[in-house]
């Protein structure tokens, strides 16, 4: 897939996995089409993925060409006047418009705001509906009419839309700073405390609905909730399933050059709990001389990361913690949570809270520490208003205590350490009874690491491949997935891509006792050729892994259509 709007993942191959996410949010954008979708927010903490997936559906939606206009503005963290904000939401409207109606990306990337070259960038589309828009904003700059200026902003792309009976999909990034960052005045003095609540009216309009986005949690639902009740479905975005966290493991080792085993992949999906911040943090680590093909590589980078100043995942946690620094920097307040975290697999009381740890401070101080706890993402609101729980988050549990915990009852760090080693060790032993389930993880790791080194070996364990092939260290092997974009669904399970002249490998592969049989050769014969189609390979070999073996005829269609085959085990070794 194409890459219009620039991701801030960086490489467009890191982006991994969020299968059920974009298949969720594509079809409410096909729902769009028919004006029955309602604005969505989705919310979870700090780089979860949330802006990647965003920008990835930008990218889809743009390549679709199809009614829907997509429309992405991030709101900055820093102190803007609502006259300067209105004008850059503005103008990165239809910037983005242009770009989409004329179908060149150049216009993503034009930060000129000249009202004379965006009239003639109207002008030059054809999109002579756009002027007077331009002009009415103009005007009213000019007439200082500031209030004004913002409501033609927020307006505008269901506005515009209607010219042609169109739809946009608005997606407004880190939505929570929209009430903690614009002001009234040019000295940035004056805050414009609600200003979410001007979105009231506009996200009801069903022709351009929002999909908003907030990395702290309790605070922006607690926006939501007061300023725009019942305005927006909630999306949560959790951590990523176990096959796509290993995916995303081995994709980073490899793009990263970490050497990395399908074995350590899966025990670092599950030290993380699949949370996609924490392995592209392991793997992008400062810690010198990674090596996660190792217990002790792996602890090493993960201790770094969770206790040592440089660490990305401790610094990111503390930002979350600075921001309770009023509620959180007494001996009460660290109390409290190391309370909730000792008790995190369940939910407490206020009244529990009070008695247990004997505080002084009176139930309604309690009930406001604890409110302001939940607002800055430090722990979670229980099922009800009285009920409150540690965030379920282990690497959270042990950050906090780190920091903190020695200050209170002597803890140290070692003690924590000491964890990481007793769940890797815990980890490792059921590697075993899951392993069967990502055979094609296995089958990837003997492709990428051993099977160009023992060329006569490998080849001994195919059948019906031509004379003059070899494996070779592949440019890429994945678990392929097409873009959403590519709307009909089309995934094989391995897709291993070859460099130079070298055969491509699209693979199936199957660990069951049933045999392969020949309605699924069809099938996947069906959909290899369109993977080489879509992702432009000529020169590829079709192969079928099966441990329960083939069917006589399912051989022969192989044998008669050019597909290598193996039910050797030892590829599952």
């Keep these: 897939m194409h890459i219009y709007l620039k991701e801030k993942i960086g490489n467009p191959a890191l982006f991994t996995g969020r299968k059920k996410e974009l298949d969720s949010l594509l079809k409410w954008i096909e729902k769009i089409k028919l004006e029955i979708s309602k604005s969505k927010a989705i919310i979870s903490r700090r780089k979860t993925g949330k802006s990647a997936l965003m920008q990835r559906l930008f990218n889809i939606v743009f390549e679709q060409n199809d009614k829907v206009v997509p429309f992405y503005f991030e709101i900055k963290e820093y102190h803007q006047w609502i006259g300067d904000f209105s004008k850059q939401f503005f103008f990165a409207f239809i910037h983005q418009y242009l770009a989409f109606q004329s179908r060149n990306p150049e216009y993503l990337n034009y930060y000129v705001h000249t009202y004379a070259m965006l009239k003639t960038s109207a002008k030059k589309e054809g999109l002579d509906y756009l002027v007077k828009h331009i002009e009415y904003f103009e005007y009213s700059e000019n007439k200082g009419e500031v209030d004004l200026l913002w409501e033609i902003a927020r307006e505008s792309p269901r506005t515009i839309a209607q010219y042609k009976d169109e739809r946009v999909l608005q997606m407004i990034d880190e939505f929570q700073f929209i009430n903690r960052y614009i002001f009234r005045d040019q000295a940035c003095k004056d805050r414009i405390s609600e200003l979410a609540g001007s979105y009231l009216h506009t996200a009801e309009y069903k022709n351009a609905p929002l999909l908003v986005s907030g990395s702290w949690v309790g605070w922006l639902m607690d926006d939501l909730n007061k300023m725009l009740p019942g305005r927006f479905t909630i999306y949560d975005f959790n951590n990523m399933p176990k096959h796509e966290a290993i995916e995303m493991a081995l994709n980073y080792a490899e793009i990263e050059q970490i050497p990395t085993t399908y074995k350590t992949a899966c025990i670092i999906a599950d030290l993380t709990e699949?949370?996609?911040?924490?392995?592209?943090?392991?793997?992008?680590?400062?810690?010198?001389?990674?090596?996660?093909?190792?217990?002790?590589?792996?602890?090493?980078?993960?201790?770094?990361?969770?206790?040592?100043?440089?660490?990305?995942?401790?610094?990111?946690?503390?930002?979350?913690?600075?921001?309770?620094?009023?509620?959180?920097?007494?001996?009460?307040?660290?109390?409290?949570?190391?309370?909730?975290?000792?008790?995190?697999?369940?939910?407490?009381?206020?009244?529990?809270?009070?008695?247990?740890?004997?505080?002084?401070?009176?139930?309604?101080?309690?009930?406001?520490?604890?409110?302001?706890?939940?607002?800055?993402?430090?722990?979670?609101?229980?099922?009800?208003?009285?009920?409150?729980?540690?965030?379920?988050?282990?690497?959270?549990?042990?950050?906090?205590?780190?920091?903190?915990?020695?200050?209170?009852?002597?803890?140290?760090?070692?003690?924590?350490?000491?964890?990481?080693?007793?769940?890797?060790?815990?980890?490792?032993?059921?590697?075993?009874?899951?392993?069967?389930?990502?055979?094609?993880?296995?089958?990837?790791?003997?492709?990428?690491?051993?099977?160009?080194?023992?060329?006569?070996?490998?080849?001994?364990?195919?059948?019906?491949?031509?004379?003059?092939?070899?494996?070779?260290?592949?440019?890429?092997?994945?678990?392929?997935?097409?873009?959403?974009?590519?709307?009909?669904?089309?995934?094989?399970?391995?897709?291993?891509?070859?460099?130079?002249?070298?055969?491509?490998?699209?693979?199936?592969?199957?660990?069951?006792?049933?045999?392969?049989?020949?309605?699924?050769?069809?099938?996947?014969?069906?959909?290899?050729?369109?993977?080489?189609?879509?992702?432009?390979?000529?020169?590829?070999?079709?192969?079928?892994?099966?441990?329960?073996?083939?069917?006589?005829?399912?051989?022969?269609?192989f044998n008669d259509n050019g597909i290598a085959w193996s039910d050797d085990k030892r590829f599952l070794e």
């Excluded at 205590?401 to 964890?419: A, L, S, V, W």
């Excluded at 045999?515 to 959909?527: G, P, R, V």
Aim: some cysteine; hydrophobic content about 35%; charged content about 30%.
């Design 274 to 557: 699949g949370n996609p911040f924490y392995i592209s943090t392991l793997f992008q680590s400062e810690y010198p001389d990674k090596n996660f093909s190792t217990e002790k590589g792996i602890l090493d980078t993960l201790n770094f990361e969770t206790f040592d100043k440089r660490g990305m995942i401790l610094g990111t946690w503390m930002e979350y913690i600075g921001s309770a620094t009023d509620r959180i920097n007494d001996i009460n307040g660290k109390k409290i949570i190391l309370y909730l975290c000792k008790n995190k697999d369940k939910e407490v009381t206020r009244d529990e809270i009070q008695n247990d740890l004997k505080l002084s401070m009176k139930n309604g101080e309690l009930e406001k520490r604890l409110k302001a706890f939940v607002k800055s993402d430090i722990i979670n609101q229980g099922t009800t208003d009285f009920d409150y729980q540690a965030v379920q988050d282990n690497i959270f549990d042990k950050v906090f205590r780190g920091m903190y915990q020695k200050e209170i009852d002597g803890f140290t760090p070692e003690k924590i350490k000491n964890e990481y080693r007793v769940l890797y060790k815990k980890l490792q032993g059921e590697y075993n009874k899951y392993k069967g389930e990502f055979s094609e993880y296995v089958i990837m790791n003997h492709l990428k690491h051993r099977a160009y080194k023992q060329n006569d070996f490998y080849i001994s364990m195919m059948n019906n491949l031509p004379d003059d092939f070899k494996f070779v260290e592949y440019f890429s092997i994945w678990s392929y997935s097409a873009s959403p974009a590519y709307k009909k669904d089309l995934q094989v399970d391995i897709l291993a891509t070859a460099k130079d002249d070298a055969y491509s490998l699209v693979g199936e592969v199957k660990n069951r006792k049933t045999k392969f049989s020949l309605k699924e050769a069809k099938t996947f014969l069906t959909k290899a050729s369109d993977v080489k189609q879509l992702e432009n390979v000529s020169k590829a070999i079709v192969f079928v892994f099966s441990a329960g073996g083939f069917y006589q005829n399912t051989i022969r269609f």
